[in-house]
């Protein structure tokens, strides 16, 4: 059983009930319902009494049935033990109590999915001989379980992968940063791999880097050059048009 299940478990469903008196006693009831399978499965009822701090009688559904720690505890659960209506009653908490709570729980919570939003960006520029290196960040997901890879050409990257950090945000989603490490080659294709349970297969995000300055004025020149003759096309066919009509 994870303890991380087992403590955010606790808080939904625990009850507990605080008696303390003028002369310095102090009681309290505390029930638990604890389980770590999605199915409930294994689903554990615990009841128990104190009196100031320690235990005196605990009743655990593994056993099924009251359990003394002091002298008067002891004999307080001889006597429950041979109530059989409050045994009964006590061993179907598991069912009428804990499960009904648990599958609310279930619903609102653990049984939804939230997709990752998936951006891609430059953290550092490189060249042929310098490497790049580039993140691809997920955020606003939920559950926490997911994995981004890297792939080069469709192949899975198994190195170069600089850091993986994961951290919630505070509102039940969370976020996942990776940063790949990378020597730009022509025709090459980087792209991340997101798995979760939000998405019904793995998303592949291509990375498209920045064109290099000398290849963004070249496709600026063409791209001038090739509105400057369609504008001369459409004028030398407005010329002809007009001198036709005349």
């Given at each position: 059983m994870s303890f991380p299940k087992l403590w955010s478990f606790h808080h939904i469903l625990m009850l507990s009930v605080f008696i303390s008196?003028?002369?310095?006693?102090?009681?309290?009831?505390?029930s638990q319902c604890i389980h770590s399978f999605h199915d409930l499965s294994d689903m554990v009822y615990i009841d128990g009494y104190y009196f100031n701090k320690y235990?005196?009688?605990?009743?655990?559904?593994t056993l099924g049935y009251f359990v003394g720690f002091t002298e008067f505890g002891v004999s307080t659960a001889e006597i429950w033990n041979n109530n059989t209506a409050l045994v009964q009653e006590t061993r179907a908490r598991v069912d009428t109590f804990c499960k009904p709570n648990a599958e609310t729980r279930e619903t609102a919570i653990y049984g939804k999915t939230v997709a990752p939003k998936v951006k891609l960006s430059l953290v550092k520029k490189g060249d042929s001989r310098h490497p790049s290196l580039v993140m691809c960040s997920a955020y606003d997901f939920y559950p926490e379980k997911i994995k981004v890879?890297?792939?080069?050409?469709?192949?899975?990257?198994?190195?170069?992968?600089?850091?993986?950090?994961k951290m919630p945000n505070g509102d039940w989603y969370y976020q996942i940063h990776s940063e790949l490490e990378y020597i730009p080659k022509a025709g090459e294709k980087i792209s991340c791999m997101v798995e979760h349970a939000g998405f019904s297969k793995p998303m592949i995000y291509d990375w498209n880097p920045p064109l290099p300055e000398f290849e963004w004025n070249t496709q600026l020149l063409f791209t001038i050059g090739a509105a400057g003759l369609m504008l001369g096309i459409i004028i030398a066919a407005a010329g002809l048009i007009y001198y036709k009509s005349k």
């Open positions: 008196t003028a002369n310095g006693y102090y009681y309290h009831h505390w235990m005196v009688i605990q009743f655990n559904s890879s890297w792939l080069k050409n469709g192949a899975a990257v198994t190195s170069d992968v600089t850091s993986i950090e």
